[in-house]
Nanobody, 123 residues
Framework: QVQLVQSGGGFVQAGGSLRLSCAAS????????MGWFRQAPGKEREFVAV????????YYADSVKGRFTISRDNAKNTVYLQMNSLKPEDTAVYYC????????????????WGQGTQITVSS
């Protein structure tokens, strides 16, 4: 059974940093793209970042570009999201996800999802 287990969420003041982790179990995803999405209260879930299996390609939403960094450790079957210079508008539930056949920003391209982690940024 495939599981994506997230950790690292929490509460931080504006300007602060947090790092999210997402560890996969049940199968190896070293040949598949891994990404992060987020959903703020009352809003649709939106794309944050994605990284290719080889780590050579990364893509970010414009809203987080320059502040967030996605990375992965294929030996650990884990993807990370380093979030710096956090803003109140980054407050959301963050989800990691795995895409078996894509490298995009669309939800339906992703096949497995983590349980979600709350990030709250105070002003």
């Amino acid at each position: 059974q495939v599981q994506l287990v997230q950790s690292g969420g929490g509460f931080v003041q504006a300007g602060g940093s947090l790092r999210l982790s997402c560890a996969a179990s049940g199968r190896t995803f070293s040949r598949h793209a891994m990404g992060w999405f987020r959903q703020a209260p009352g809003k649709e879930r939106e794309f944050v970042a994605v990284i290719s299996w080889s780590t050579s390609n990364t893509y970010y939403a414009d809203s987080v570009k320059g502040r967030f960094t996605i990375s992965r450790d294929n030996a650990k079957n884990t993807v990370y999201l380093q979030m710096n210079s956090l803003k109140p508008e980054d407050t959301a539930v963050y989800y990691c996800a795995v895409s078996i056949g894509g490298l995009g920003a669309i939800e339906y391209e992703y096949d497995y999802w983590g349980q979600g982690t709350q990030i709250t940024v105070s002003s």
